[in-house]
């Protein structure tokens, strides 16, 4: 596994990152990223205390946003989307309420 310090270089990043594209992981918790870069990003994910994709999301739009959310997945069907069939049934689902904010 490459140091910190050793990421840095540019040469032995191009190196690292070969080694990455043949399958090695370079990156300590950067197992799975198939490049350099993508095994540091992986890294940093799991380095925020093990959090989920979707536990962060929820911190992002609320609890309201993400129960909003929640509801449009669930009249997803194999043959239409969520918003499709909530709009057919005339279930009003309020997207405003899980769209990111700028900050």
Same mark, same amino acid.
């Given at each position: 596994?490459?140091?910190?310090?050793?990421? =840095?270089?540019?040469?032995?990043?191009?190196?690292?990152?070969?080694?990455?594209?043949?399958?090695?992981?370079?990156?300590?918790?950067?197992? #799975? &990223?198939k490049t350099l870069e993508a095994q540091e990003h992986l890294a940093? &994910? =799991?380095?925020?205390? #093990?959090?989920? #994709? &979707?536990?962060?999301r929820k911190e992002q739009i609320g609890h309201e946003g993400y129960h909003e959310m929640g509801k449009k997945g669930g009249f997803s069907?194999?043959?239409?989307?969520? #918003?499709?069939?909530?709009?057919?049934? &005339?279930?009003?689902?309020?997207?405003?309420?899980?769209?990111?904010? =700028?900050?």
């Amino acid at each position: 596994m490459a140091s910190e310090q050793e990421r =840095r270089d540019t040469q032995k990043r191009a190196e690292l990152d070969e080694k990455a594209r043949r399958g090695e992981t370079v990156v300590p918790g950067g197992t #799975g &990223g198939k490049t350099l870069e993508a095994q540091e990003h992986l890294a940093e &994910g =799991r380095h925020k205390g #093990g959090e989920k #994709g &979707g536990q962060t999301r929820k911190e992002q739009i609320g609890h309201e946003g993400y129960h909003e959310m929640g509801k449009k997945g669930g009249f997803s069907t194999k043959d239409k989307s969520g #918003g499709e069939r909530a709009a057919e049934e &005339g279930i009003p689902i309020d997207e405003s309420k899980y769209k990111t904010k =700028r900050r």
